[in-house]
């Protein structure tokens, strides 16, 4: 019954049209929840430097991003 | 043109101001004059609105869900749940650190684009005055003329919501519509309301 499950699941997921919806979906979230944080470590006085390097990017990406709003 | 608003009235026009900043738009539409009236739940004809079961939390999230499509919507929820993520679980941990609506509401990112009032963007997005929307201003002309129709010489809270309820339809008749609620209806409800005070 699992396997039956397993198996249907996986089908499901091999479609490209729920596999490219759900990474569309995840990244609306990911920037979401970017927008959110970044906004928050402004407000705790971190410098686009810091930003930056712990989103992994350059403080010039990072400030082209999120620095109008 | 806000001379004759009651003190309520004028608070409602601000207050509209505040929302739609809150949802980093950069118009104020009938959606976010609503919401301004049901966030002053004490004002006249709005009681006849919340007996409705609509709260401001409930017709914000409508709002933004159903009928503006925020960046994270309904059918997302579907998609993340393909890859074991429950986007409730996500909201809630969101909004336990970042607030109520914390997860849908995105600065800059609503559908700015599609927007025929693009031109008239606020720039500084925070302490500039945000235009009206055509039905937004067609919204307060009809509060003007329902003032006249009720033989009050003021412009009130109720004579706003009464404006809000075009037949010729805006954001937040479409957002009443998602809740259930016709504007006829509705706005029968307000003038009983209203004939009840009276």
Not at chain 1, 14 to 30: F, H, I, S, T
Not at chain 2, 32 to 53: E, N, Y
Not at chain 2, 94 to 116: H, T, W
Request: aromatic share 4%.
């Amino acid at each position: 019954m699992t396997e039956a499950t397993d198996a249907a699941e996986a089908a499901t997921n091999r479609d490209p049209r729920v596999g490219l919806r759900a990474v569309a979906a995840l990244r609306r979230l990911a920037e979401r929840l970017e927008a959110l944080q970044v906004d928050n470590a402004r407000r705790h006085g971190w410098s686009w430097e810091q930003i930056g390097s712990a989103l992994g990017v350059s403080k010039q990406a990072v400030h082209k991003k999120h620095g109008r709003r | 043109m806000f001379e004759r608003f009651t003190r309520e009235a004028r608070e409602v026009a601000v207050r509209a101001q505040t929302e739609a900043r809150a949802l980093g738009h950069n118009y104020v539409g009938a959606e976010h004059l609503f919401l301004a009236a049901l966030t002053q739940p004490d004002a006249p004809g709005v009681t006849a609105v919340t007996r409705r079961g609509i709260s401001a939390a409930s017709f914000r999230r409508t709002a933004i869900h159903e009928v503006l499509g925020g960046p994270v919507s309904p059918t997302d929820s579907e998609a993340l749940r393909t890859l074991g993520i429950d986007l409730d679980e996500v909201r809630r941990r969101v909004e336990a650190s970042f607030g109520p609506g914390a997860l849908d509401i995105s600065p800059g990112q609503i559908r700015r684009s599609s927007l025929p009032w693009r031109r008239n963007r606020c720039t500084d997005g925070l302490t500039g005055h945000i235009p009206f929307t055509p039905r937004a201003k067609r919204a307060l002309e009809r509060a003007f003329r329902e003032a006249q129709a009720l033989q009050d010489n003021y412009i009130g809270v109720e004579h706003v919501l009464l404006g809000l309820l075009d037949p010729e339809g805006n954001v937040a008749v479409e957002v009443l519509r998602r809740l259930g609620v016709e504007p006829d209806a509705l706005r029968d409800d307000v003038l009983t309301e209203l004939g009840r005070a009276a």
